[in-house]
């Protein structure tokens, strides 16, 4: 599975942005679907993630801020990040998970949201 962000940027505290990401097969069959991010010097974190069934997890810090969503026709997930912070800021990747005899994960490349104070 190939999977390709978009959508980060530069943005003021408080305002929104929209991360996509394009996976290259069929996202039906793909057990977990979700978005990490990487600060500077700190270790990659889940941000949320949705499995096939539609439940959700967020990470504490952007519950009521952040929703994911995923589009299987399309073959996209999403994040909208609403009320953003400067502690948001870091590289955004999107992960796919299969689970079959084994466990599978496949990343993106990322993308840099920035939000300035």
């Known amino acids: 599975v190939q999977l390709v962000e978009s959508g980060g940027g530069l943005v003021q505290a408080g305002g929104s942005l929209r991360l996509s990401c394009a996976a290259s097969r069929n996202i039906f069959s793909i057990n977990v679907m979700g978005w990490y991010r990487q600060a500077p010097g700190k270790q990659r974190e889940l941000v949320a993630n949705?499995?096939?069934?539609?439940?959700?997890n967020y990470a504490d810090s952007v519950k009521g801020r952040f929703t994911i969503s995923r589009d299987n026709a399309k073959n996209m997930v999403y994040l909208q990040m609403d009320s953003l912070k400067p502690e948001d800021t870091a590289v955004y990747y999107c992960?796919?998970?299969?689970?079959?005899?084994?466990?599978?994960?496949?990343w993106g490349q990322g993308t840099q949201v920035t939000v300035s104070s």
């Open positions: 949705m499995n096939s069934g539609g439940s959700t």
């Open positions: 992960n796919a998970r299969v689970v079959s005899t084994s466990e599978y994960n496949y």
